[in-house]
C-alpha cells in the first residue's frame, strides 16, 4: 500500500475529507504523515486525534528555503512517503524539493486555474463579479497553481451570493472532488502528456499500478516520462 503525507498551515477542512476517505476506503493508501508549517495549525489537532503521526516544522529557523525543504525531505524518506497531498500549505515549494517528488505531489485551487491564482482566489472571484466559479485539483510543479491540471469542477455564481457563501460553496466541492483526484491517483488512472492529465479506465488486473511503477522510477532517479 502506498504511503503518503498531507502538507496543510491552517484550519484542515480538506485534510478532515481525506482522512474520511481513507477511512471509509475511498481512498486506498496510508496517511503516513501531517505536516505543518505552524504550530498552531488546526490541522495538527485533526491529525492526532485520529492517531496519525504530525510533524511541524518552521520556515524561521532555517537559513534559506531549500535548507528548509531539504529537511522536511529528510523526514518524508525516514517515513517511505510516496506521493504529497497540499490541502491548504500555504507556503511555495522550492524546486529541489519539487524534483525529489516529481509527478508525486497534488494540490487544490480554490479557483478555476489559470484564472486567479494566490491566496486571495476565491474574494478575487468574487469582487472580479464572475458568473461562474470553482475548483482545480493539478499536480504540483515550480511555478505557483501552475501544474497539469487533474480535476475540475464548476457552479455559477448567484447574484444572492456573497462572500462567505461563495466560500462555502466553494468548500463543499473542494471536500468532494480533492478524495476523487487522489484516489485516482493512487489508482494509476492519471496519466500527463504535456499540460493534459488524461484519466484512464480502471484497471481489473492485479499488477502494479501506474502510480506504483511511476514511484518506483522517481525513487530510482529515473524520470517519469509524460508520453507513452
Request: positive net charge; hydrophobic residues 40%; contains cysteine.
Amino acid at each position: 500500500m502506498l504511503r503518503f503525507a498531507v502538507f496543510a498551515s491552517g484550519e484542515g477542512t480538506n485534510l478532515q475529507a481525506i482522512m474520511d476517505a481513507v477511512k471509509e476506503g475511498v481512498i486506498q493508501a496510508q496517511l503516513a504523515l501531517v505536516f505543518s508549517d505552524r504550530h498552531n495549525a488546526r490541522a495538527l489537532k485533526r491529525a492526532e486525534a485520529a492517531g496519525i503521526k504530525t510533524l511541524c516544522l518552521e520556515r524561521k529557523d532555517y537559513a534559506t528555503p531549500q535548507s528548509y525543504d531539504r529537511h522536511i525531505i529528510i523526514y518524508l524518506k525516514e517515513e517511505k512517503i510516496d506521493f504529497i497531498v497540499l490541502a491548504g500549505y500555504m507556503r511555495i515549494l522550492t524546486p529541489f524539493f519539487v524534483k525529489e517528488y516529481h509527478q508525486n505531489i497534488l494540490n487544490i485551487h480554490p479557483s478555476l486555474l489559470p484564472a486567479f491564482k494566490g491566496t486571495q482566489a476565491i474574494k478575487d472571484t468574487f469582487t472580479y463579479g464572475c458568473k461562474a466559479a470553482g475548483v482545480t485539483v493539478h499536480f504540483a510543479d515550480e511555478k505557483m497553481d501552475h501544474g497539469p491540471i487533474i480535476l475540475q469542477e464548476a457552479f455559477k455564481v448567484s447574484e444572492k451570493d456573497t462572500l462567505e457563501s461563495l466560500e462555502e460553496r466553494i468548500h463543499q466541492i473542494e471536500h468532494k472532488l480533492y478524495p476523487k483526484a487522489v484516489s485516482l491517483f493512487v489508482e494509476g488512472r492519471l496519466k500527463i502528456r504535456g499540460r493534459k492529465v488524461h484519466i484512464l479506465e480502471k484497471s481489473a488486473g492485479k499488477g502494479p499500478s501506474a502510480v506504483e511503477s511511476a514511484v518506483s522510477q522517481c525513487k530510482d532517479g529515473r524520470d517519469i516520462p509524460n508520453n507513452p
